[in-house]
């Protein structure tokens, strides 16, 4: 197992855009300061976890991340289902949970798990690219694509992927710019 030393400066950034999260989640949708949140405080987490990417084996990689987001993705996603189920019977609530669910789209924080494994996935292959324009290109339009995606075809099951790949965008930043700090 690896020895890594905790970076303080990330856990009081983590720590931050956790506590923004909850502020987010306090107001109703409409309100300003929800919507002022709800502009930065999931890019900065894509930033973050793109400090972290690795240039490892795929295959190493996907193994790695199906453990750590994957299977908490389907283990709190099942424990919720037994808990609707117990609580509210067979409801349509349940039934739209069950749905997104299947779909990685998520009614609750549990979204971020499959998304932020796509992003990885993707960037893990487009990184095994050489030329760095041809890198930078390809995301630029997957971020695009994201961002303009929902606008064109508006499908539930690719709702992941338009969040994975506007995420990509943010995921990128933070692994040049851990690149260029460290």
Do not use: Q
């Not at 690896?2 to 856990?11: F, H, M, P, T």
């Not at 309100?31 to 405080?41: E, Q, R, V």
Request: glycine share 8%.
């Amino acid at each position: 197992m690896e020895n890594l030393k905790r970076i303080d400066y990330l856990d009081y950034v983590k720590g931050f855009g956790i506590l923004l999260v909850v502020l987010g989640h306090i107001y109703d949708a409409s309100n300003p300061i929800k919507i002022w949140l709800y502009s930065f405080h999931m890019p900065l987490f894509f930033i973050i976890s793109g400090f972290f990417a690795k240039n490892i084996e795929f295959k190493v990689l996907f193994k790695k991340k199906f453990k750590s987001l994957i299977i908490p993705y389907i283990s709190f996603g099942i424990m919720t289902i037994i808990l609707m189920l117990i609580i509210n019977g067979l409801s349509g609530d349940l039934k739209d949970y069950i749905y997104f669910f299947i779909t990685g789209v998520g009614r609750d924080a549990l979204w971020f798990l499959p998304c932020l494994f796509i992003i990885e996935m993707i960037f893990s292959i487009i990184n095994k690219i050489k030329n760095n324009k041809y890198k930078i290109f390809i995301i630029a339009i997957l971020f695009l694509g994201g961002l303009c995606g929902a606008h064109f075809i508006s499908n539930m099951i690719l709702i992941t992927l338009y969040r994975a790949f506007v995420g990509l965008g943010f995921y990128s930043i933070g692994s040049y710019m851990y690149n260029r700090l460290k």
